[in-house]
């Protein structure tokens, strides 16, 4: 459902991400968020029902966007999304005066709106979606005919629909993509530094019946948050061991032969478990011939499994650790897009950090090696 031009506020708890170390707090405030773009209702296993939020930021790209040919910043649009848990009435709208408090990440500053007139209705706890009354009534000034008596009517309507079925396949609001392809979940306070640079999926030669596709997630940095005094030390070994201080991390999706859909992941020593934003030294998964994970989540179908990146060291799981927190979207498949999507290898992406010596060494070996041939 079209939600452009809603907010959406929550009172909900504080969290600290001073110098590298991210942690809950005990107190509490409203946050407003602006510029929804869509909303989704569903009703998930157990019964419950879940509102999916979507919103939009821009970015100037700090190193452009290789991949286009383009070395320079570019603009892209960020994609965010949030989970809210709904398992009672949503309420009736209403009118009141309101100054929203907002967050300029790109300026780090806040800034405040109002006192406007405002129509809203309540969302699960302490959760309203809301839009300024002089804005997008086509001159009526009721807010039933304005967005937000879309939106109420769409939800109240899909909440006590007997068609509202249970479904692990979420709508993206994209152009489709028939190709195999992970959509993938990240908590955006994590973004500001550790957030992804490029995906790569890399479909492997077909073996015994079976088609795995090797996913490389190239972050930023991999900063240190529960150990953030040990981060410039592990910095320099990660730079010593790998030429490198961005963080590549790996895993596997298992397709079906037939019929190319994903029922499988392989999270070989990076599987997070239970653990959440506030851990940076979970390795789960130890040994690579561990029964694999079901997919739990698909996006848009079934050859687009989700993946949620969940602790501070970038261990994944195909289930959501950190549920009260907006995730960065990443779509591969999309143009709009801060980040590199591109079908290398791991071995190719390894080779694109070794230091000259090695790169070398490597160019003299493969020569070598076909003279011989």
């Not at 939600?3 to 969290?15: D, M, P, Q, T, V």
């Not at 030429?243 to 397709?255: N, T, Y």
């Not at 009260?324 to 980040?339: G, M, Q």
């Amino acid at each position: 459902m079209d939600a452009e031009g809603l907010w959406f506020s929550k009172i909900e708890r504080e969290y600290s991400a001073d110098l590298g170390e991210f942690r809950w707090t005990d107190e509490q405030r409203t946050w407003d968020w602006r510029r929804l773009t869509t909303v989704e209702l569903v009703r998930t296993k157990d019964g419950s029902k879940k509102l999916i939020l979507r919103r939009k930021g821009e970015i100037k790209t700090r190193y452009g966007r290789p991949d286009l040919g383009r070395e320079e910043a570019v603009d892209a649009s960020l994609r965010y999304m949030l989970g809210i848990d709904i398992d009672h009435n949503v309420g009736d709208i209403e009118t009141d005066y309101y100054t929203a408090k907002v967050f300029d990440h790109s300026k780090n500053t806040w800034s405040l709106i109002g006192p406007k007139k405002r129509w809203s209705f309540s969302i699960g706890d302490e959760g309203w979606l809301w839009q300024w009354a002089d804005e997008g009534t086509e001159g009526t000034g009721r807010p039933e005919d304005a967005k937000i008596g879309e939106v109420n009517k769409y939800i109240k309507e899909r909440f006590s629909s007997k068609d509202l079925i249970y479904t692990n396949i979420f709508d993206l609001a994209v152009e489709k993509n028939d190709e195999c392809f992970p959509v993938i979940y990240q908590p955006a306070v994590d973004g500001m530094k550790n957030f992804i640079r490029e995906i790569h999926c890399w479909t492997k030669p077909d073996e015994d019946g079976k088609r795995e596709l090797e996913v490389t997630l190239i972050f930023n940095n991999e900063e240190l948050r529960k150990h953030k005094i040990l981060n410039k030390i592990y910095e320099n070994l990660r730079l010593a061991k790998y030429g490198r201080l961005k963080d590549v991390e790996s895993f596997v999706v298992l397709a079906d032969l037939g019929d190319g859909n994903a029922n499988g992941l392989r999270f070989t020593k990076i599987y997070s478990g239970d653990n959440n934003l506030e851990e940076d030294t979970i390795h789960g998964d130890p040994k690579p011939d561990l029964p694999p994970h079901r997919v739990r989540y698909y996006a848009d179908g079934y050859r687009h499994p989700i993946i949620f990146v969940n602790t501070s060291n970038h261990a994944m799981a195909e289930h959501d650790t950190n549920p009260d927190l907006w995730k960065w979207e990443y779509v591969p498949w999309i143009a709009d897009r801060p980040f590199v999507s591109d079908k290398k290898s791991r071995d190719e992406v390894n080779m694109l950090y070794r230091n000259l010596l090695e790169r070398t060494l490597a160019a003299f070996t493969k020569r070598l090696v076909g003279l011989l041939e």
